[in-house]
């Protein structure tokens, strides 16, 4: 842009000069309005496929689900879904469908009679051991702690 202000006019050729200069002003504000406008609608379009994707893991915890399964379920590969899963939600979807794993299983263990082993298997493992690992992690007491903790608190407000 400087180059086009400071271009001495009284130059041979300077006026076709100036129109390429001209030119390539143009040809970059298209480019980058091309760019802004398919940054907004990948925007637009990103917020639907991670509605679909937590309907999906909603609709599907029980299963011995992965992320790839997620990602080729709306058509993204794994490594490009978790990027714009963990730029929307701020937590990565690996994250996510163990948190949402673990909630259910917390409603199973304080509504239910199942087994440790059978609430396992209910939230998509097929191992009680890693099961209550991963339980206790996320949560921080055992799952058979946590039915403890649960059932002495529901008979102080019980009683």
Do not use: W
């Amino acid at each position: 842009m400087e180059e086009l202000l400071n271009a001495d006019t009284k130059e041979v050729g300077s006026s076709l000069k100036l129109k390429a200069m001209l030119y390539l002003i143009l040809a970059e504000i298209q480019r980058v309005n091309y760019a802004f406008d398919n940054e907004r609608n990948m925007n637009c379009y990103t917020d639907e496929y991670i509605e679909k994707a937590i309907d999906y893991i909603h609709k599907n915890y029980s299963r011995n689900i992965k992320i790839a399964d997620v990602a080729r379920y709306i058509g993204f590969n794994r490594s490009y879904f978790s990027k714009i899963f963990k730029g929307n939600m701020n937590i990565s979807p690996q994250t996510y469908l163990i948190q949402y794993r673990m909630k259910r299983a917390a409603d199973l263990l304080n509504s239910t009679n199942l087994s440790v082993g059978d609430i396992a298997r209910s939230t998509g493992y097929g191992d009680a051991l890693c099961f209550s690992k991963v339980f206790k992690s996320v949560i921080g007491v055992s799952p058979s702690k946590y039915r403890e903790k649960t059932i002495r608190e529901n008979n102080n407000i019980d009683g």
